[in-house]
């Protein structure tokens, strides 16, 4: 029993942070904002390491942590099986990559293979704007 209490603590602090995690404001979109890809295009062939360009209308692009209206920061969804949690900050790991110091274009390495690729903002606390500003998703052949 006694080995037991350390981690029922942990699984109420865990408990806990996701409560006030799901508590967070979301930041209102700006109405007409978009998210695109300027490159590569929707079923391009790529090489293994391939420039991918992000496109933004409607709002700016702040790093993160900067509170300024009508503005976030890209994260780039790779091969990404179902949509993280919008009411959350998105996770940092290999399907879902931060650009929280304001990047608009990065180099990307993948295998050969079949990927999809999907943008999506967010706020100063990386958490998606509400309605989301998500680009559609697109496919890219690696080589």
């Not at 990065?106 to 509400?130: A, I, R, S």
Request: charged share 15%; proline share 10%; hydrophobic share 40%.
């Amino acid at each position: 029993m006694r080995t037991m209490l350390p981690c029922l603590g942990l699984a109420a602090l865990l408990a806990a942070s996701s409560a006030i995690a799901a508590d967070m404001p979301r930041t209102p979109a700006p109405e007409g904002a978009k998210v695109y890809f300027i490159e590569p295009a929707d079923g391009a062939t790529v090489g293994k390491t391939f420039t991918v360009k992000f496109g933004l209308k409607g709002m700016g692009v702040a790093p993160a942590g900067v509170d300024s209206p009508a503005t976030g920061h890209h994260h780039l969804l790779i091969d990404l099986k179902e949509q993280p949690a919008m009411n959350l900050p998105l996770p940092m790991n290999d399907t879902i990559k931060h650009f929280g110091k304001g990047q608009t274009e990065t180099e990307l390495t993948l295998p050969p293979g079949k990927h999809t690729l999907q943008l999506l903002v967010g706020d100063k606390n990386h958490v998606p704007l509400d309605p989301p500003v998500e680009s559609q998703q697109i496919t890219v052949n690696v080589k």
